[in-house]
């Protein structure tokens, strides 16, 4: 179900609509997809959306400040409740960057291959991307964006 929505922008781009999808993070938190007057649309959890949408249009650099200033004050509250250390503070930053790479990278890897064996955690797969591959895959995107034609059936 597509929503209109006051007059809100994600940076610069306008929202024209905000549409639940049927996915929710981990922790429960709903999943949207935003639509944009330019028609272009991103996929936004709920928090997101309600921390980063503004009443006003701002450029990229304003929404990547105020996203690094929310995003720094949840997760020092995060480590505040668990009152960690200088010393374990600086292994959970690279624990925790270690993990944020390794999900985009089976991801990335998936979508190369679409074969999910291929992946061996904790190798960077763009590593083993050939360049015939990648070729071959960009030329599967088609004019509209996608790797599938748009239907021509009009019955559905």
């Known amino acids: ?4 929505v006051t007059e809100k ?3 610069p781009r306008k929202v024209i609509s905000v549409s639940k999808e049927d996915y929710k993070t981990p922790s429960g938190i709903e999943v949207l997809k935003v639509m944009f007057a330019d028609g272009e649309y991103e996929i936004i959890t709920q928090k997101g959306y309600d921390a980063f949408s503004t009443d ?3 450029d990229y650099t304003a929404l990547a400040k105020l996203k690094n200033e929310v995003m720094s ?4 509250a995060v ?3 668990y009152n960690f250390t200088n010393m374990e503070l600086s292994m959970i930053i690279v624990a925790l960057k270690e993990k944020i790479d390794a999900v985009f990278d089976r991801a990335i890897n998936f979508l190369f291959f679409k074969d999910d064996k ?3 955690a904790g190798s960077n797969s763009n590593g083993y991307f050939d360049l015939v591959t990648a070729n071959k895959i960009i030329e599967s995107i088609k004019p509209n964006g996608s790797t599938k034609e748009k239907s021509t059936d009009k019955s559905s």
């Open 9 to 11: 922008f994600f940076g």
């Open 1 to 4: 179900m597509s929503t209109k």
């Open 73 to 76: 004050r949840e997760l020092i």
């Open 56 to 58: 006003h249009s701002i």
């Open 118 to 120: 291929t992946w061996v």
């Open 79 to 81: 480590l505040l409740d």
